[in-house]
């Protein structure tokens, strides 16, 4: 049977934050998957062959050799469809721009081009197979999950991200992000499931961790894309992979869980307040623990407060929040991982007209 397969339509696109040697930064705005791109495009950038020679003192050639072209790193290029702040900020490290309700609308260009910090970018192409449908020999086949349809896979980072020329006429304008990619080694085998690792599809890590040598990784996979986050959501790496699913490896040789634990979706609770008090404070119980929140706290100052209630819990990348500040605007306070809880503890809010907070 042959492994030969087509790569026919780009279907999804994840872009995940790293630093220069290709490791996963966890954090609140660090993952993203869209089908929102025209295009990417890699081009080899080469070493080129040289031609080596020595003349005799007759003028003839006396010893001839040549070195071999050496592939140095790529030039990922992606045309993108729709204006995604947080894509194009994920991948440059730009500012944003956000709404009154701290939610990203646009962004602000910088003369600095990131060298430190770059994204691990992962593309799902379809096209069949010959070895999509194969003919079944016995009644196990009944036991597998998978859907029957494979996707060709593409991994590689890249970093020193910039965007190309904008042309706004009267037609549609494009976005282009184009980068230089690194090699990954650690990457490892990554925190996502993206590979078979049974004869029944069941979705798990790479099979080999990404090393010093290659930039670019292509494979076929039954396991299907993930779904479109809709923006940039959170990054769990130290928080989820715990004892005894190690991202690398444990104490005693123990090794990397061959399935990663699943990135927890977003849990957002909002804390408003209205009444337009002038002092005071309100409770809010965090995983039972009891926060003090003054009455015009900024978003920052209820993640420190919620960071120091639990050190051993919470640090910058498990927690954060966006809005605020209060009372005149609602802060969101968001997690990476499942589970928390927050409820609203006593009220002591002054000044105003009847002063109180919600939790929601």
Known sequence: MSNAFPVVKGIALRATKINSCGM????????????????????????????????????????????????????????LCNVDPDLITL???????????????????????????????????????????????????????????????????????????????????????????????????????????????????????VSQKEHFTVFRTPVPPPDPTGGAVPLATSSIFVSPSYYYGGPANAPAVAVAPEQAP???????????????????LVDG???????????????????ASNPDVFNETSVWATGGPLPTTAVVLDFDSEGHTVTLGALALTGGTSPTATVT
Request: with cysteine; glycine share 12%; charged share 20%.
């Open 91 to 209: 991948f440059n490290g730009w500012d944003q721009v956000l709404d009154f309700d701290g939610e990203g609308v646009g962004f602000r260009d910088d003369p600095e081009v990131d060298i430190d910090y770059g994204v691990a970018l992962e593309v799902w192409t379809g096209g069949r197979g010959d070895d999509d449908c194969p003919t079944p020999t016995d009644d196990s086949i009944f036991s597998s999950a998978s859907s029957g349809r494979k996707y060709g896979y593409f991994l590689l980072g890249g970093v020193e991200w910039e965007m190309g020329n904008v042309d706004i006429r009267a037609q549609v304008a494009t976005f282009t992000l184009t980068g230089r990619t690194i090699a990954m080694p650690h990457w490892g085998r990554g925190p996502y499931n993206v590979a078979a690792t049974d004869s029944d599809g069941t979705p798990g890590r790479l099979l080999t961790p």
């Open 266 to 284: 977003v849990e957002g609770f909002t804390l408003t307040v209205t009444g337009a008090p002038t002092a005071g404070s309100f409770d809010i």
């Open 24 to 79: 996963p930064i966890a954090g609140p705005r660090n993952r993203i998957v869209t089908s929102g791109f025209v295009s990417v495009n890699i081009t080899k950038v080469n070493k080129e062959a040289q031609d080596l020679e020595q003349q005799n003192a007759e003028g003839l050639i006396c010893v001839t050799d040549r070195t071999p072209p050496e592939r140095k790193y790529y030039t990922p290029a992606i045309e």
């Open 289 to 307: 623990a009891e926060i003090v929140v003054p009455y015009n706290a900024t978003a920052q100052e209820v993640v420190d407060a919620v960071i």
